[in-house]
């Protein structure tokens, strides 16, 4: 590499075919160099007025893609040359107007890094320019996240150990950062019905988990002015009402579930935990009154693709087992009920999470995130048209179930839904 440099170090390339970085919106770019002759260019770091001086064929820092014929590579190596440039310093108003000044990509806080969601916000934070610190559980799982992202630098992406987020304290040390965080997304919370005891298993760590963030936050961690709670649909719903036939559910509406009844058995329990941890939430900013607001995404059942790693398919999330399961030929026989009938999409899902945290307009509010509606039919009927070499162990439409409900697709969504 000339210079020394990664080619990770680099976000704005100019050369004299390309140039590649990050635009006023954050988003990446990689266009043919308009450079001609006495042409101006602005330049914010040494890296980037190190590329400007130096012609890299192919617009690559690196060896691979400058010509495919290996011998005639290496003679290229020595290839970087310096160019004719001329610095000036311009003052002048009219070739300044539209040039914004680069500001310093946001440092922040992902509670939960390794899970289904946090992962795919992860992935969006990072290609959008920040640097991100994120809990996880073990340094397995630390190393498997670094292993995922082994182009980023660890001024990018780091990582705070906390083994059990119900204890007393966990976040306390995890909270402080150098430089300091400016957002945090907490999106740790068990979702599982591998449960005996729902109170261990489910709302201590939901409830003390989200309470004793908020807590460490205020504490150790004044810079911080947005934090934003993934909660769920579980927290809105009320399945007392059954399909709740006229009702259109909203972001006032609240799953009026007690502790008394959550324990009664692990669906209970997954509604409770939701529901209680969120409304704890906000009693604290209410109560305790932060520096920092909160923002909460209530999503339904989350589906989509799987960008972190696994060990096996018994380590998919909950809400994709019932896709793997159908694969598998468990529903040939008897297509299980689909039970709550709207869904989310986790790239849709992250991407709401992300602007959460960055739109200030966002801040004290619910977003009810949602795609619209599905059934486990219509779940079997996709994967029979993606995969038809499994269709002998899919049901068939005489299979019995899956189906929605008799009275129709009854659970609507109101339209400040984030959709």
């Given amino acids: 590499m000339p210079f020394g440099l990664w080619e990770s170090d680099v976000h704005d390339v100019l050369n004299v075919f390309q140039v590649t970085g990050l635009n006023q919106n954050g988003e990446y770019f990689m266009e043919p160099c308009p450079a001609t002759t006495k042409d101006y260019f602005e330049f914010f770091a040494e890296t980037d007025i190190l590329c400007a001086l130096s012609t890299c064929?192919?617009?690559?820092?690196?060896?691979?893609?400058?010509?495919?014929?290996?011998?005639?590579?290496?003679?290229?190596?020595?290839?970087?040359?310096?160019?004719?440039?001329?610095?000036?310093?311009?003052?002048?108003?009219?070739?300044?107007?539209?040039?914004?000044?680069?500001?310093?990509?946001?440092?922040?806080?992902?509670?939960?890094?390794?899970?289904?969601?946090?992962?795919?916000?992860?992935?969006?934070?990072?290609?959008?320019?920040h640097s991100v610190v994120t809990t996880v559980r073990s340094e397995g799982k630390?190393?498997?996240?670094?292993?995922?992202?082994?182009?980023?630098?660890?001024d990018r992406l780091d990582f705070a150990i906390v083994e059990d987020i119900a204890k007393e304290g966990a976040f306390d040390e995890a909270v402080k950062s150098d430089p300091p965080f400016e957002k945090v997304i907490h999106t740790a919370s068990p979702f599982h019905y591998n449960v005996t005891d729902?109170?261990?298993?489910?709302?201590?760590?939901?409830?003390?988990g989200t309470t004793g963030i908020l807590k460490a936050i205020k504490k150790s961690a004044p810079t911080v002015t947005r934090v934003v709670i993934t909660s769920s649909f579980a927290a809105i719903i009320n399945p007392w009402k059954g399909t709740w036939p006229g009702h259109v559910y909203t972001e006032e509406d609240w799953d009026p579930i007690t502790e008394e009844e959550a324990i009664q058995d692990p669906s209970n329990g997954y509604r409770a935990s939701k529901t209680l941890a969120e409304k704890a939430a906000w009693d604290f900013v209410l109560n305790e009154k932060p520096n920092f607001d909160l923002v909460t995404c209530n999503p339904p059942l989350v589906m989509g693709p799987?960008?972190?790693?696994?060990?096996?398919?018994?380590?998919?999330?909950?809400?994709?087992?019932?896709?793997?399961?159908?694969?598998?030929g468990k529903a040939k026989d008897e297509i299980p009920p689909t039970v709550t009938f709207i869904w989310a999409d986790v790239r849709d899902l992250a991407l709401a999470?992300?602007?959460?945290?960055?739109?200030?307009?966002?801040?004290?509010?619910?977003?009810?995130?949602?795609?619209?509606?599905?059934?486990?039919?219509e779940i079997v009927d996709i994967i029979r048209d993606a995969f038809p070499d499994l269709t002998p162990k899919l049901p068939t439409e005489e299979t019995n179930g899956g189906e929605y409900p008799e009275e129709g697709r009854q659970i609507k969504t109101s339209s400040s839904a984030w959709q």
Wanted: a negative charge.
């Fill in 306 to 328: 799987i960008v972190h790693y696994l060990n096996n398919l018994d380590a998919l999330n909950t809400s994709n087992l019932r896709i793997r399961d159908i694969m598998l």
């Fill in 198 to 208: 729902v109170k261990t298993q489910f709302l201590d760590p939901a409830i003390i």
């Fill in 353 to 377: 999470h992300v602007r959460a945290a960055e739109i200030p307009e966002a801040g004290g509010k619910r977003f009810f995130v949602t795609a619209g509606h599905y059934s486990n039919r």
């Fill in 142 to 154: 630390a190393k498997a996240i670094a292993n995922a992202h082994a182009n980023t630098p660890k």
């Fill in 57 to 129: 064929p192919g617009g690559d820092l690196s060896r691979w893609g400058w010509n495919k014929n290996q011998e005639a590579q290496d003679e290229m190596l020595d290839c970087c040359r310096p160019l004719g440039v001329e610095i000036y310093n311009i003052t002048d108003p009219a070739v300044l107007e539209g040039w914004f000044e680069p500001q310093p990509a946001a440092y922040k806080g992902l509670h939960g890094g390794s899970g289904f969601i946090a992962a795919h916000i992860l992935d969006l934070l990072l290609s959008e320019g």
